[in-house]
């Protein structure tokens, strides 16, 4: 009677290697193929109107203007060198996008740094939460999404959080 079979490292390694490649080879065949996204054009979209930088940060001001910060806090005015070097070209809002996205983390920030989640400083920052929920920057950059809303209704009912884990993620310098 014989014992039992040994297999060879070297046979191992090269089963191993062979279903892997297998795996790779089908893995990309199965299913219907990725569809080829249609092109953007100005007639696609309402906003087509492209800026240069000093476009972009005009934009930024107008509307860093309109919205209430929190107490002592101020919005960063963006920099040539935030964005590379050489000239850049802009979408017609997206100096408006960077004021509204920087201006939501504020009041994350303001929101998180309340020691009574029942305050009027807490609801002001809830409601400031809310209003972006209603700028272009969300519906249109963002497309109304439905995390962040639920993100802000749950802060709203004390449940802070998505929103800490959002300011740790996308509000840092």
Known sequence: MAGPRLVSARHVGGLVLGSLLVL?????????????????????VDDCEW??????????????????????ASLREPERGDFGEGEQEFSGHYGESIAHSEWFCLWEGELLDQSDPDGTEAATAIAQLRLFL???????????????????????????????????????E
């Open 51 to 72: 800026t240069d930088f000093d476009g972009m940060v005009a934009d930024w001001e107008r509307t860093a203007d309109t919205l209430e910060l929190p107490p002592g």
């Open 24 to 44: 790779i080879l089908t893995g990309c065949s199965i299913g219907s193929p990725v569809p080829v996204s249609p092109e953007v054009s100005c007639a696609a």
């Open 134 to 172: 209603e700028t272009r920057t969300f519906t249109e950059d963002y497309t109304g999404d439905v995390g962040i809303v639920a993100m802000v209704d749950e802060a709203a009912d004390g449940d802070l959080d998505r929103l800490r884990n959002d300011c740790d993620v996308n509000c840092t």
